[in-house]
């Protein structure tokens, strides 16, 4: 044991100088030095996050976990949309809650192709498409620019593309661990078959996840939406997948560019 520190009788009751000195606080006092503090912890918030092309999407009920493609805006209300391959969509219905990306947005299953092919009674060709709105208080998150790579510069038409063309994709499949060495993804277009679809001879194939990811252009046009995951990976025509959904679909919506919201840049290949 260590020696004990002895009071003398005159300073019975004080604190002896080998004694850290306590600080008495009064509830009052402390109560107003918290309240003083208290704007500096709530004036903090949680960082903005970022949605954008090629961002993960994930199932709230139904477990499923895709890449979100290209943002895409209402002409009628300003609302939002990211696109998704729709089978990814095959066990969830519109309106149901997803989770897009890792800081806590929110949004909505908001159209299936599928889904109004088979309301019209249309052979489910080659139309692996819907829409995940995006929540009202997430706007302000979005932009246009797809992860790494910026872009779209514009809506390509899947009939200028031909064998052999460079292809960049962008995936967040969870397999990647957030690694972007292995997110972004390039590759050549092959077996092509517009106005459908085309295949990509990728170098590091796109995996479970993937699905929905972008395909852009080597100058940064918006492409297809890679659906399929083989070796070789199948990508269905964007133009005319968008094109259904606007008609047959009754959604009045347009692409956004990088130009129009949070302009990114391609890089110098």
């Given at each position: 044991?260590?020696?004990?520190?002895?009071?003398s009788?005159?300073?019975?009751?004080?604190?002896?100088?080998?004694?850290?000195?306590?600080?008495?606080v009064?509830?009052?006092?402390?109560?107003?030095?918290?309240v003083?503090?208290?704007?500096?912890f709530t004036?903090a918030?949680?960082?903005?996050g970022?949605?954008?092309?090629?961002?993960?999407?994930?199932?709230v009920?139904?477990?499923?976990?895709c890449?979100?493609?290209?943002?895409?805006?209402?002409?009628?209300?300003?609302?939002?949309?990211?696109?998704?391959?729709?089978?990814?969509l095959?066990?969830?219905?519109?309106?149901?809650?997803?989770?897009?990306?890792?800081?806590?947005?929110?949004?909505?299953?908001?159209?299936?192709?599928?889904?109004?092919?088979?309301?019209?009674?249309?052979?489910?060709?080659?139309?692996?498409?819907?829409?995940?709105?995006?929540?009202?208080?997430?706007?302000g998150?979005?932009?246009?620019?797809?992860?790494?790579?910026?872009?779209p510069?514009?809506?390509?038409?899947?009939?200028?593309?031909r064998?052999g063309?460079?292809?960049?994709?962008?995936?967040?499949?969870p397999?990647?661990?957030?690694?972007?060495?292995?997110?972004?993804?390039?590759?050549?277009?092959?077996?092509?078959?517009?106005?459908?679809?085309?295949?990509?001879?990728?170098?590091?194939?796109?995996?479970?996840?993937?699905?929905?990811?972008?395909?852009?252009?080597?100058?940064?046009?918006?492409?297809?939406?890679?659906?399929?995951?083989?070796?070789?990976?199948?990508?269905?025509?964007?133009?005319?997948?968008?094109?259904?959904a606007?008609?047959?679909?009754?959604?009045?919506?347009?692409?956004?560019?990088?130009?129009?919201?949070?302009?990114?840049?391609?890089?110098?290949f």
């Amino acid at each position: 044991m260590g020696a004990r520190t002895r009071l003398s009788p005159r300073h019975k009751g004080s604190v002896p100088d080998s004694v850290p000195y306590r600080l008495k606080v009064r509830p009052g006092a402390l109560l107003a030095l918290l309240v003083m503090l208290l704007p500096a912890f709530t004036a903090a918030t949680p960082q903005q996050g970022v949605i954008a092309p090629g961002i993960q999407i994930r199932s709230v009920e139904d477990g499923w976990t895709c890449t979100g493609n290209f943002l895409f805006e209402s002409r009628v209300n300003a609302s939002l949309y990211l696109g998704i391959a729709d089978h990814c969509l095959n066990k969830s219905d519109v309106g149901d809650p997803v989770l897009i990306g890792q800081d806590g947005a929110t949004g909505r299953v908001a159209y299936s192709a599928r889904r109004v092919m088979q309301a019209r009674g249309e052979e489910l060709v080659a139309n692996d498409f819907g829409l995940i709105e995006i929540d009202k208080p997430f706007r302000g998150w979005a932009t246009a620019s797809v992860l790494y790579y910026g872009g779209p510069t514009s809506l390509a038409a899947c009939s200028s593309l031909r064998d052999g063309d460079r292809i960049l994709v962008y995936g967040s499949s969870p397999w990647h661990l957030r690694l972007d060495a292995l997110q972004r993804m390039e590759g050549y277009a092959h077996l092509l078959a517009p106005p459908y679809n085309f295949d990509i001879l990728m170098r590091t194939p796109a995996v479970w996840g993937d699905s929905g990811a972008p395909a852009l252009t080597a100058d940064g046009r918006a492409i297809g939406v890679v659906v399929a995951l083989s070796a070789t990976n199948l990508a269905v025509c964007l133009d005319r997948v968008f094109e259904y959904a606007r008609t047959a679909g009754g959604l009045d919506i347009q692409l956004l560019t990088a130009a129009q919201r949070n302009a990114g840049s391609l890089p110098d290949f």
